[in-house]
């Protein structure tokens, strides 16, 4: 901690109490951890411990939907370089019907700094699927209050099932939507770039 701590610090005028916090010059994520406060008199010695904890926001999260086969798809929540390690949940549905999905699978790998980087995904049947899914990607930083929702909506690419799915609905009106989701994908993809 040598060089990174302001000596002549002083939070108030007070006396009793102007010593009572430190001023950290730049803080890294190394500096997380247990510190203990101790203080002495001629008549007495306490001391009292607390946890801190400097993190670090993810640079990248994405979340994407890709077909891995005839009539599947793969939802993915991409964390990148976070600290503390991110605990992600994929969720699909809204309000009541909003549900964190079971058997999901997670891929960690960690950064020389410490930072972490996640992958959770899933691969459902588009047949297990409504004409239109919203999956989310919550994550938060254990230990802080930083919480971050990413959201998205899959249509089932294939006509077909959309118009069977939809009770009456004709395959141009299915295939359209197809087209609109195609379209909302790329449109998204050129505006990240």
């Not at 971050?148 to 077909?160: A, C, E, Q």
Request: proline residues 4%; aromatic residues 10%; hydrophobic residues 35%.
């Amino acid at each position: 901690m040598r060089g990174k701590i302001d000596l002549d610090f002083e939070i108030s005028k007070d006396v009793y109490t102007r010593h009572r916090a430190l001023f950290i010059y730049r803080p890294t994520i190394e500096m997380s951890g247990e510190y203990t406060c101790k203080v002495s008199t001629l008549e007495n010695e306490v001391s009292l411990s607390s946890n801190m904890i400097v993190y670090t926001p993810p640079t990248q999260v994405l979340l994407t939907h890709t077909h891995t086969g005839y009539r599947q798809v793969n939802i993915s929540c991409y964390v990148d370089h976070a600290f503390p390690r991110p605990v992600v949940r994929l969720y699909h549905g809204q309000g009541n019907s909003k549900l964190q999905k079971r058997g999901v699978h997670q891929v960690t790998d960690r950064y020389r700094d410490g930072a972490w980087q996640v992958l959770v995904y899933i691969v459902l049947d588009d047949s297990s699927l409504h004409v239109e899914n919203l999956f989310q990607c919550e994550l938060e930083l254990p230990g802080t209050k930083y919480r971050l929702v990413r959201s998205t909506v899959y249509t089932p690419g294939f006509p077909s099932m959309l118009a069977r799915a939809n009770n009456g609905r004709n395959v141009h009106q299915s295939s359209n939507l197809n087209l609109f989701s195609i379209l909302s994908i790329c449109l998204i993809s050129v505006f990240k770039l």
